[in-house]
């Protein structure tokens, strides 16, 4: 497999990247908040064949670097990094370009498809939601009590247990292991995206859903403890050529949990167009 490696140097970040592949179809992935480049193995090992899959550490994420200023890097300061990174990957023999956010990569998605509408010509959200329900309400505030006590290694048991638990465990010991690994910066990074998270109130007085026109697979797992489930669907429907479907059996982390969730991902990206606002329930 070709693997191409940079940085990204702009305004006060630097970014690692890497590109798996070669084809003339290119998939930038967007991780969830804490998530490094490690976190789509799988995904790579499916796809680089077909497309050229490009991965990176959003600040304050694995490798990247905050060279000044605040550890919060605002939605805004988000969809401007992937905006320099897409100008710096995309070349000529590109011919299709694709997004695919997970969690909190799909809310930088959507914001980036509302900015820039023209640059991608598909759109997966994955573990999508505009907004935190209670239970990640819950989560958010523990989160802060435990970075504020100065107790950060028992952040991730704690995560696992009340959206993880459907992940498999060599899967676990890696996120364990991320976190032991983590810096002061980096928790403090993580601190201030989780009050940015519980301020930001509804993702949809931030982006414009409506103005997201290209062919966009909204996916779900059924057991998602953290996103509203009413809420996506509603949220999908304001987006003109939307898909939604809601996998059975499956929780927040989608692919990790069933690998055959990858067979929805490229069944998408392989048709001309997603069907417009439709509903899917699938049990893998």
Not at 185 to 206: C, P, R
Request: with cysteine; glycine share 6%; hydrophobic share 40%.
């Amino acid at each position: 497999m070709k693997k191409v490696t940079g940085e990204l140097h702009y305004s006060r970040f630097v970014i690692p990247y890497r590109v798996y592949g070669d084809a003339s179809k290119v998939i930038v992935c967007l991780s969830g908040a804490k998530q490094t480049m490690s976190a789509w193995r799988s995904f790579i090992s499916y796809f680089h064949k077909d497309y050229r899959v490009v991965v990176f550490d959003m600040p304050g994420q694995g490798r990247s670097q905050i060279l000044s200023g605040s550890a919060g890097v605002p939605l805004d300061e988000q969809v401007e990094v992937l905006n320099q990174l897409v100008q710096e990957i995309i070349d000529d023999t590109i011919t299709e370009k694709y997004v695919m956010g997970g969690s909190w990569g799909s809310v930088v998605a959507s914001a980036y498809a509302d900015r820039y509408p023209e640059v991608f010509d598909k759109l997966i959200l994955a573990s999508f939601g505009t907004k935190p329900n209670i239970v990640l309400n819950a989560i958010i505030d523990q989160v802060q009590s435990m970075i504020s006590e100065g107790h950060e290694k028992n952040i991730a048991p704690m995560m696992l247990e009340k959206f993880g638990q459907y992940i498999p465990d060599i899967l676990k010991r890696q996120i364990i292991s991320q976190f032991e690994s983590m810096s002061d910066a980096q928790f403090q990074s993580f601190y201030e995206h989780s009050i940015f998270v519980t301020q930001m109130g509804d993702l949809k007085e931030l982006v414009d859903l409506k103005n997201i026109t290209v062919p966009t697979l909204v996916v779900m797992g059924q057991y998602d403890t953290i996103m509203d489930l009413f809420d996506t669907r509603k949220a999908s429907k304001l987006m003109s050529k939307a898909e939604f479907v809601l996998v059975k059996g499956a929780g927040h982390f989608l692919h990790w949990e069933k690998e055959s969730v990858l067979g929805i991902y490229a069944n998408f990206l392989s048709r001309v167009e997603a069907d417009s606002n439709s509903v899917v329930n699938m049990s893998l």
